[in-house]
Structures are given as C-alpha cells and as structure tokens.
C-alpha cells in the first residue's frame, strides 16, 4: 500500500459515513443536485428539473439504503414516460433536435432508474427503454452516433456473439484520409448511453470515437467471471477497427473511465503493438479487491452500495462473501502476473490522491512493476481526479494524436442544458 504500515492512503478517512447513504434527499442535495444541473456525471444529456419530482416520490414512499431496486426503480418510470412520449410527438411532427433532447432526457432518466446496475427486474427494463431511447435521441442529431452490432469472433466459453458499440466518424473519414479513434471502456455505472457524450467533442476535433462496454456491465459479451474474456473482447474489437477504411488503426488511444481501467491496464499489457496509447483514469489492479477495501467502500463516496454491485458486475451476483473472499486470487494484475509483463503500451494512470471509489495505492503499485509508465494524481481530490484530470488527459491524447487543440473549448461540449 502507499503508506508504511500496510495502511491505505485514505486509511484515516475510511470510517466516516458520507451523508449521501442517509436517505435519496440526501443523496440529492449533497451529491446530485450540482451536476443535474450542470448536466454532467452522472446526468449527462439530463435535465434536474426532470428529477425533482423523482426524489419527492422516493423520499415520500421511505424508499433508503438498502434498497429495494424495483420499488427503486418504479418512481422513475412515469417521468420517463412522459418525457418519451413528448418526444415522439415532437418527432412526428419533424421537430428533430426537440426530439432528439427528449429522448436523451427520458435516457438519463431510466439511467438513474437502473443505476447503478440493472440488478431487478424493473431496472433491466429501464436499461432497455434507456438504451432504446439513447439509440433514437443520437441517432436523430445533426451529426449522429450510430449502434453497431461487431461480431466477438474471438468468443469462447460463455462469451455472447456480438459487441455492442456507439460509434461516430468526423466527417471526411475515408480510407484515404483515416480518422484517429478514441476508444472508451465505460465504467461500473456509466453505459455507452450516456458515455457517448464525448464524441461531439472529439468529433470537432477530427477524431472518431467507438463507446464500448467492460465486461458485467451493459450489453457486454464478455463473461464477467472469466479473468481472460476481457482479452477475447479486445481483440475482437481491434480486429474490427482494423477493417474499418475511416479509421486509422495505428492512432487508437484507449480512455477507459473508473473500473473501466482495470480492462485498460490490463489491455495495454495484452495488445500493446495495436494501441497508440492507453489511458486508465480512477481505475485499479489489485488492492481494489482487498476484502479491507470492499468492506469499507459501501459507506464512502459512492452513491450506493459499491462492493455489492462491483460482486454483481464481476459475476458473482449477490454472493459478497464470496467474491471478497476470491476475487484478489481471481482478478489481481499483480498475483496474474499483469503488471510484470513487457512490452506494455504507452500507458497514462490518472486519478485523485483522495478516491474512495478505488484506491491509489493501485497505482502506486502499477508504477512499481513492468515497464515504466506514465502518470498523473491529483492531489486533494476523490474519484478520478475531476475536473482537473480531463485537462490533463486531453493534452495528453493531443500530443499522442498531434493534435492542436484546445480543451476547455473540447470540455464544453460536454454539460447539458434543456433547451426545451
């Protein structure tokens, strides 16, 4: 760990409970209200007056840690509703950017109905009206992101058969002027619905983006109690970019978000000739699976019950005991022997002193093994290192792309505000 003693860098903060576990109005007024309405994490292409109503009925019915995920769920829908059906109406009528921003608006609203993850039954069909509702809200835009079904020809086991992607080109990508890609693994609770936020941005800046989901979460193929399914993934993937004429197979730079970069250092170790770079921001590698760690996190700075859902998204469904008590075995880049393998490709760690989401002792950890690589923490701040680590990141994939750009002018594609 970071500090003598085997202690954690946040050791001394790892009793207090954030206020935010009391109760749904508290979770609103101290975590939620300010980015609903920004418009950003985790409310992004939402709008906080969509979700006011929503708390009230929570907070109404005692709904409380812990939850009861369909009775959780169920206050979400007839907002949903409701926004779907104006913007329906709105696309009958040919209205296609107020159709567009309902339909993003009811998405993030089914969003948080399944967030964090579609554990009942209620919450799998949120996912799905959100997933249906992003689908037809991007595909509607000025410059749209489409859905592609890629076939996971590497599948093996208990692989699915197809990899669910959003994916958006600049305009002018051909096979003979090739577009540099990001590609985005999406996190624990952040799908490609809502991910795909950032090809706008990236779009301005002659670059494509593919959004794509990590194993255990959203639609994604990978059998999440397979160590390995995450390797067949990839290179399916690649495999797929390669015989794309508009993009460039020799500029992909991976950004994977929050658990998404456990794939992305374990990625950058397992395909580090087809990857121009890689960026692993608030992610982990092995002290992320310390019984230590998970016993402490579910009252810390995540909005719900974090070692419970990362038991769910790593295969294990509701089993708690028995993923603390054999997920280090099972999934450590350190005991597998990850970390210590060369080459690795050029590899950014990025993410807070202060995360109580994953700790940076992870990445101290990654610094001291296998080839050398790059980072960057934030000192002072929790998970991900927000807002600061965009910046750095952004400058980073610029050099990596030789790009001239500007990032704030990049990061302001980002808020959302309801122009309806």
């Known amino acids: 760990m970071a500090l003598p003693g085997n202690r954690f860098f946040i050791q001394d903060k790892m009793m207090a409970v954030a206020p935010h576990h009391e109760s749904p109005r508290q979770l609103w007024e101290t975590k939620w209200k300010m980015p609903a309405k920004m418009g950003v994490y985790p409310f992004m292409f939402g709008a906080a007056k969509d979700f006011e109503p929503i708390i009230d009925d929570l907070e109404k019915k005692g709904l409380k840690e812990p939850y009861d995920w369909d009775a959780y769920a169920e206050c979400f829908f007839p907002q949903g509703e409701k926004l779907e059906t104006t913007a329906a109406e709105a696309e009958k009528a040919g209205e296609k950017e107020k159709a567009s921003e309902y339909y993003m608006r009811a998405s993030a609203v089914y969003r948080i109905a399944r967030f964090p993850a579609p554990r009942s039954e209620k919450q799998k069909v949120a996912w799905t009206r959100s997933k249906a509702n992003a689908v037809k809200g991007l595909g509607i835009r000025e410059h749209p992101v489409h859905e592609i079904q890629v076939p996971h020809t590497h599948a093996s086991g208990d692989d699915g058969s197809t990899i669910s992607i959003f994916h958006q080109l600049p305009e002018g990508a051909s096979a003979a002027n090739p577009a540099p890609v990001v590609l985005i693994i999406t996190g624990l609770d952040g799908y490609r619905t809502e991910l795909a936020v950032w090809a706008e941005g990236w779009r301005r800046n002659g670059v494509g983006v593919v959004v794509v989901e990590m194993p255990g979460t959203g639609d994604s193929p990978a059998a999440p109690k397979d160590p390995e399914s995450p390797d067949r993934l990839w290179s399916s993937l690649l495999d797929w970019t390669d015989a794309q004429e508009g993009i460039d197979s020799r500029k992909i730079c991976v950004?994977?978000?929050?658990?998404?970069?456990?794939?992305?250092?374990?990625?950058?170790?397992?395909?580090?000739?087809?990857?121009?770079?890689?960026?692993?921001?608030?992610?982990?590698?092995?002290?992320?699976?310390?019984?230590?760690w998970?016993?402490?996190?579910?009252?810390?700075?995540?909005?719900?019950?974090?070692?419970?859902?990362?038991?769910?998204?790593?295969?294990?469904?509701?089993?708690?005991?028995?993923?603390?008590?054999?997920?280090?075995?099972?999934?450590?880049?350190?005991?597998?022997?990850?970390?210590?393998?060369?080459?690795?490709?050029?590899?950014?760690?990025?993410?807070?002193?202060?995360?109580?989401?994953?700790?940076?002792?992870?990445?101290?950890?990654?610094?001291?093994?296998g080839a050398p690589k790059e980072a960057r923490f934030v000192t002072g701040k929790k998970h991900m290192g927000e807002p600061d680590s965009f910046i750095i990141i952004l400058k980073w994939i610029y050099k990596l792309f030789g790009l001239n750009a500007n990032p704030g002018q990049q990061l302001s594609s980002i808020p959302f505000q309801p122009k309806y």
């Open 255 to 292: 950004w994977a978000f929050s658990t998404g970069g456990y794939y992305a250092i374990r990625m950058a170790h397992t395909h580090p000739d087809r990857l121009a770079g890689v960026v692993a921001l608030g992610g982990g590698c092995h002290y992320m699976f310390d019984p230590a």
């Open 294 to 369: 998970l016993n402490a996190v579910n009252h810390l700075e995540y909005p719900f019950d974090l070692a419970n859902t990362l038991c769910y998204k790593w295969g294990y469904g509701d089993d708690i005991e028995a993923f603390k008590k054999e997920a280090s075995d099972k999934f450590s880049l350190l005991k597998d022997g990850t970390l210590d393998k060369e080459p690795c490709a050029k590899l950014l760690l990025v993410n807070g002193t202060e995360d109580e989401i994953f700790p940076i002792d992870d990445y101290y950890l990654a610094l001291q093994h």
